[in-house]
């Protein structure tokens, strides 16, 4: 298994604004990904976050907008850019372990304003 | 059409009883099968995973996929009401995408 961390847990921002998310597995994985889910919604993917090199986005979600880092195995954030309220969501990191199990970490609440 | 169709529910049972849910797929190349329960302002937590068809069995759970039917299901023995949540189906075909049901909301009532 795979134990995640994500910082904040919520948080309440203005519109125009920007939030920096960050996720934390307790072991080296290769597949980390990025998820929102909004209120009452099932999950939709945003991007693959790919270490050393640039993530891989779903249609509909643009780098401008998500940028996405992951420097290590371990380790990656996403930011929300020029948010607005269409941003309020959950956002979830997951990783994928050497078994093909995939996991999800608690979520960051956003809510702007 | 949706490639993953999940009845949303809600399913309310009382203690003790069985609970079926399920989830029927249109991409025949999917192969693999996943199960997870979401509480309440939490992040989803893995159950199950099958790889192709047949059963599989962990304590109170059990999965079954059916690839020929395009059909999956997760049945609950022994329901409690601690079980209740969101449980959400979900399938990838081998491309690092999954690929979520709608979720199906659970309330087991004592």
């Known amino acids: 298994s795979a134990v995640i961390s994500q910082k904040p847990s919520r948080d309440i921002c203005q519109r125009g604004t920007s939030l920096t998310i960050q996720c934390q597995v307790d072991?080296?994985?290769?597949?980390m990904f990025w998820y929102r889910q909004q209120p009452g919604q099932s999950l939709t993917l945003i991007a693959t976050a790919n270490q050393g090199s640039e993530a891989t986005y779903e249609s509909g979600f643009v780098i401008d907008k998500f940028p996405i880092s992951r420097p290590n195995l371990t380790f990656s954030t996403l930011t929300v850019s020029n948010m607005s309220p269409e941003d309020s969501s959950i956002y979830l990191c997951?990783?994928?372990?050497?078994?093909?199990?995939?996991?999800f970490g608690p979520g960051t609440r956003l809510t702007v304003t | 059409q949706k490639e993953v169709e999940q009845d949303p529910g809600p399913l309310s049972v009382p203690e003790g009883a069985i609970v079926s849910l399920n989830c029927t797929y249109s991409?025949?190349?999917?192969?693999?099968f996943m199960w997870y329960r979401q509480y309440s302002r939490k992040g989803p937590e893995l159950l199950m995973y099958t790889y192709s068809s047949g059963n599989k069995e962990d304590g109170r759970f059990t999965a079954q996929v059916d690839k020929s039917s395009k059909y999956i299901s997760l049945f609950i023995r022994d329901s409690q009401p601690s079980d209740s949540a969101t449980y959400l189906c979900a399938m990838e075909s081998g491309y690092n995408k999954l690929i979520f049901g709608a979720g199906t909301r659970l309330a087991v009532h004592p």
């Open positions: 997951s990783v994928r372990t050497a078994a093909y199990e995939q996991y």
């Open positions: 072991s080296q994985v290769t597949m």
């Open positions: 991409n025949s190349a999917f192969q693999y």
